[in-house]
Structures are given as structure tokens and as C-alpha cells.
């Protein structure tokens, strides 16, 4: 039987792997355990020490305003990146309590037709993150290659975070270039794997209503009857136990799934603001960047992937944010789509009780605020062009 974690398993492994989270598998091995949580502090102090490099360059360039551009669209990239981290690590037994009930029966998948949903939903959110994740294996290459290329060809280069050393001069040049580089693209490898994790945890709440609405549709196939001599499917009291134990189950599955949602909205909620506060500038100071570089240039090409890369970023989660709200209004219908009508009035009556439950759509949003849907990707879309025209004309 298909396990439903399996969908989340690359994505943690991957997390662990960049040291973002802790080793989340079956086998309590310690010694791996202690050597991975020694790990993730050496990761953390990488990652601190590189924002405080890019704060204190920042303060430098303070009157240059195009390597304050430069810096800060690298820093707020990273302070979002930290944001996200310390959600994943300061509410680990949060997320441990909804890897739980991932796990949980109620959500497992109970015949081929849910499996199929869950398996189809697994390799969408595979694919997902290997795409990102070539993604910025390449923006990371070109990110370390371009100061290396400029700099052999004579061109004035500066880098974007402080070092406490002379970097004019070679190998220290490189040196420099290439740490900040390693630093930026183990972020960068985090932070779309984070992003593909709470895109993964959207995704399987729509599937979840999909395997919720399926099975009211197919509430009474097992009751259909032949002949006019019964009035109704539930006559029989071993039919109306059976009956009644499926309503019952698809109620919890549909309250779970409405509990399953706000946690996941709340556990990321701070890193989700800052997130669509930051991506408008972030895009903003992004084609500020761009309109100034040659076009064959090496850093025109990686400032475009990563422009891309925010952009995707940004767009998967108001997609996936849409999709679960169209698949929690269609749960009333595949209600009425049920064969009711052979159900006794009594069953009927719960029926519309549930359907009175569900008309409070299931809807993620941001600080319980601002919904996470398509028409705010394209707000924040306009605000970051105002802030470009604003800022290109200083």
C-alpha cells in the first residue's frame, strides 16, 4: 500500500541534506542523529555570519546606490531564506505533528483510485523540485563564474558582501568570490527546497479533498438496489451502521484536512509575510539590476534565471493556494452528486448539515489576512513595477 509521506520524503531528505532540518525517517539511528544536529549549527553560523556580511556591506555602500542595489537584493533574498529556516526549526514539533498525521490512517489512501491521486500528486511535487533544483544549480554557477569572468577581463568588479581583507588582488579576489558564492548557492538550494516543502504541504490537502469528494460521490455504490419494493438503500440496519460510519468518516477526513490547512498557514505565516514583502523589492531591485547589464553578459543571464527563479518562487504557492480553494468549493457538490436520493430522509438531513459545514471554503492566507491566490501574485506584481519606475527614475 502507498504510504502518504512518501510524497514529502525527497523533500526532506533534502533539507537534510543542506543541514535546513533535521533527518525525518523511520530508523532512530543516534549517532547519525547527533552528527546531523552538530552539522545543522555549523550550517546555521554559515548562514548567519553571511547575512551579517552582506548587513555590514551594505552600510559601506550606503552612498552608492548601485552596489546598495546589488547587496541588498542578495540580503533580503537571504533573510527570507532565514525566515523560512527558523519556521522549520523553531516549530519542529509542529511539523512533527503534521508529518503525524500524514501519516495517519485517515489520510492514507484506501483503494487504487486513491492511490493513483496520491501517486499522480507525488510525482507532480518531484518533478517540481527537481526542476528548481536544476534551476539553481545553474544560477549558483553562473553567480560564482561571472565575478571570476569579469574580473580576467579587466572589468571593474565588486563583491557583495564585506570580507575583512584586500580582495583587488589575486587569489584573494577569488577566494572571496567563491566563498560567497558556495554560501549563497547552499542557501539558494534551501530555500526553493523549503518553498517546494510548503507547496508540497498545499498540494496534498487539495489531493486529500479530491479523495474526500471522490468518496462522497461514491457514498451509496455499495447500497444500490434492485427492484421497486425497497423505498430506500439504508432499510437494512447492517446497510444504515455501514452507512452511517462512512458519513461519519468523511466528516473527520474534511475536519482534519480543515485543521491540516490553518496549521500549515500558521506555522509559516510570519515567513510568508515577510516573503511577499520582500519578493517586491527583491524583483524590483532585480530589473533595476538587469536594465543596466550587457546583454551577452554572464551576470545578465544568471540575474535573469534568478528573476525567473522568483518569479516561479513566488507564482507556485499563490497556484497551488488557488487550487486548493477551487477544490474546497466543489465539496458540495460532489455532495449533491451522491445518490442521495436513494439515502432515507434521515440521512439526508446529515447530508445537509455537511453541506452547510462546507460552505466555509477551505482558503490558505497569509497572516490570516491576504488569500494566497493568483490575483495577489499579480498584485504584488504591480507593486514591484511601481517600486521599479520609482526607483529607475532616481
Known amino acids: 500500500m502507498y504510504e502518504s509521506f512518501q510524497t514529502f520524503q525527497s523533500h526532506f531528505n533534502a ?4 543541514g ?36 555590514i556591506r551594505a552600510i559601506q555602500a550606503r552612498n552608492c546606490t548601485k552596489q546598495l542595489v546589488g547587496t541588498l537584493f542578495i540580503l533580503l533574498t537571504t533573510l527570507n531564506t532565514l525566515g523560512k529556516q527558523l519556521s522549520f526549526n523553531v516549530r519542529v514539533k509542529r511539523v512533527d505533528n503534521v508529518i503525524n498525521l500524514i501519516n495517519d490512517s485517515l489520510f492514507a489512501p484506501k483503494n487504487a483510485c486513491h492511490e493513483d491521486m496520491m501517486r499522480s500528486n507525488a510525482l507532480s511535487m518531484s518533478r517540481l523540485l527537481m526542476f528548481y533544483h536544476i534551476a ?35 587569489p584573494r579576489f577569488e577566494i572571496a568570490a567563491t566563498y560567497l558564492g558556495v554560501l549563497i548557492s ?12 510548503i507547496v508540497a504541504f498545499y498540494a496534498f490537502a487539495t489531493i486529500q479533498l479530491q479523495i474526500l469528494r471522490y468518496n462522497l460521490e461514491h457514498l451509496a455504490d455499495e447500497f444500490q438496489y434492485e427492484g421497486a419494493l425497497k423505498h430506500f438503500a439504508d432499510d437494512d440496519l447492517a446497510l444504515r451502521q455501514i452507512l452511517h460510519k462512512k458519513i461519519v468518516q468523511c466528516i473527520k477526513h474534511y475536519e482534519k484536512i ?44 544568471s540575474m535573469a534565471m534568478y528573476l525567473g527563479c522568483m518569479l516561479a518562487q513566488l507564482f507556485i504557492c499563490c497556484y497551488y493556494g488557488t487550487h486548493l480553494r477551487v477544490e474546497s468549493e466543489l465539496v458540495n ?8 436520493l436513494s439515502l432515507s430522509p434521515g440521512f439526508r438531513r446529515r447530508l445537509i448539515v455537511m453541506m452547510e459545514r462546507c460552505k466555509r471554503m477551505i482558503e490558505p492566507r497569509i497572516a490570516r489576512v491576504i488569500p ?17 519606475t520609482i526607483l529607475n527614475r532616481k
Open 333 to 340: 457538490e460532489s455532495i449533491y452528486q451522491s445518490d442521495w
Open 20 to 55: 535546513y532540518f533535521k533527518i525525518v525517517s523511520k530508523r532512530d539511528v543516534k549517532w547519525k542523529d547527533k552528527l546531523h544536529y552538530y552539522y545543522r549549527i555549523f550550517i546555521w553560523i554559515c548562514v548567519v555570519a553571511y547575512n551579517l556580511q552582506h548587513i
Open 258 to 301: 480543515v485543521w491540516y490547512v490553518h496549521e500549515i498557514e500558521s506555522i509559516f505565516s510570519e515567513a510568508m509575510i515577510v516573503q511577499f514583502f520582500i519578493v517586491a523589492w527583491v524583483i524590483c531591485m532585480t530589473l533595476y539590476k538587469i536594465v543596466g547589464l550587457p546583454l551577452f553578459s554572464a551576470e545578465f543571464v
Open 136 to 170: 539553481i544549480f545553474i544560477c549558483s554557477f553562473l553567480f560564482i563564474a561571472y565575478p571570476l569572468i569579469d574580473k580576467a577581463l579587466g572589468n571593474d568588479v565588486y563583491l557583495t558582501g564585506y570580507v575583512p581583507f584586500d580582495t583587488s588582488v589575486s
Open 372 to 388: 494566497l491566490s493568483v490575483d495577489t501574485y499579480i498584485s504584488v506584481l504591480r507593486s514591484s513595477y511601481a517600486l521599479f
Open 186 to 197: 547552499l542557501q539558494g538550494y534551501g530555500h526553493v527546497t523549503m518553498d517546494c516543502t
Open 15 to 18: 533539507l537534510a541534506r543542506v
